[in-house]
Structures are given as structure tokens and as C-alpha cells.
């Protein structure tokens, strides 16, 4: 699957991105807890996460799609986005998680908000997703704009998390989620 914007390709992500993903998750200023989660090492947590995007791709029915985010004009792999684990539920009807990480240095020039949206207009259009939630760290003010762009109110916090910061402390999430 392709999805185009503007400035950017999101396509299918592969086991040939293992490479960029743990390029991107080494940089000192790069803060992914999935990377970190249980104290997995960077290589791992690359390997697994480009793992799962090819497993999520032949899952029938399908529930997640795990995009590459590629910047047009350079040909790079910047990022990825994702719409996670499709599910029917009685209170929100049928909803996704999305979430997005954008290498450090391609941050705050949009490209997360541009994906996102886009993800959010493909499981509108073609999934007919009512709702969407996502979790971040209360600390990640660029993030919190990118949600709420998106129509995602802030719904809670935890201090309790598998996450953790870069020093191995327990990362806080906040959680977000909104009607589409």
C-alpha cells in the first residue's frame, strides 16, 4: 500500500528498513520509548518493530498498518506512522491507535502532522475508523499539537508505564483519543 501527500510517500514498511529504524532510534536525541521498552537493546527493538510491520501486512483480517514515512524531495526514509490494532468496541465504535515518530533531523517541519493526517483520512475513508486514541509522553508539547490538529483530546495520564526514558525511568504517558 502507498499513500501520497504532498511531500511524502508513506508505503508498507519492510524488513529493509531495519537499518534506518535503528539509525534513527540511536540518534542521542531521539526519544522512542518502544525502542526502550523492557530494556530491549536499539537493534532489537528495530528488528522487531520492522518485523511486526511485515506480519501486521498478512494478517487476515488485517488490523495495523505500520507505514514508512519517505520524504519526496530527498528519497529518505524520515519516519514511520501507524494505525494499530483495528478494533470494534461499544463505546468508541470501530477505532485505531495512531502514532509517529519523525527522525531528529526532519522534527518540526510537519512531516508528522502531514502523515498523520493522512493515516487519519485513509482509516476514515477506507477502514471507516470512528474513532482514534494515542498515548504520549506529557513532556512532548510537539506531539500534544500533532493530536490535537488531529481533533484528539487529552484524555488522561499514567505515571505507571512499560516505557522508559533513556536514563531507565518509568516514562509517563498521556493519552489521548477522538472521534473521527
Known amino acids: ?26 540518534h542521542p536525541d531521539f526519544y522512542y520509548a518502544y525502542a526502550l521498552q523492557d530494556g530491549v537493546a536499539i537493534n532489537v527493538a528495530a528488528t522487531n518493530y520492522s518485523q511486526l510491520a511485515e506480519r501486521t501486512k498478512l494478517a487476515i483480517p488485517r488490523d495495523s498498518w505500520i507505514m514508512s514515512i519517505i520524504e519526496k524531495q530527498s528519497g529518505k526514509f524520515i519516519g514511520a506512522v501507524v494505525l494499530v490494532d483495528l478494533n470494534q468496541t461499544q463505546e ?7 502514532g509517529y515518530f519523525i527522525d531528529v533531523p526532519y522534527q518540526g517541519k510537519g512531516y508528522a502532522s502531514e502523515a498523520a493526517l493522512a493515516m487519519k483520512i485513509f482509516g476514515k475513508e477506507n477502514l471507516n475508523i470512528q474513532s482514534l486514541y494515542s498515548t504520549v509522553d506529557p513532556n512532548n508539547s510537539a506531539s500534544w499539537k500533532i493530536l490535537e490538529k488531529l481533533g484528539l483530546k487529552r484524555q488522561g495520564f499514567e ?5 522508559k526514558n533513556r536514563d531507565g525511568s518509568v516514562a509517563a504517558r498521556c493519552h489521548y483519543r477522538g472521534q473521527i
Open 92 to 98: 468508541y465504535g470501530l477505532q485505531a491507535e495512531i
Open 159 to 163: 505515571k505507571l508505564s512499560a516505557y
Open 1 to 26: 500500500m502507498e499513500i501520497n501527500t504532498n511531500r511524502l510517500i508513506l508505503k508498507d514498511m519492510t524488513k529493509a528498513d531495519q537499518g534506518d529504524l535503528e539509525r534513527i532510534f540511536n
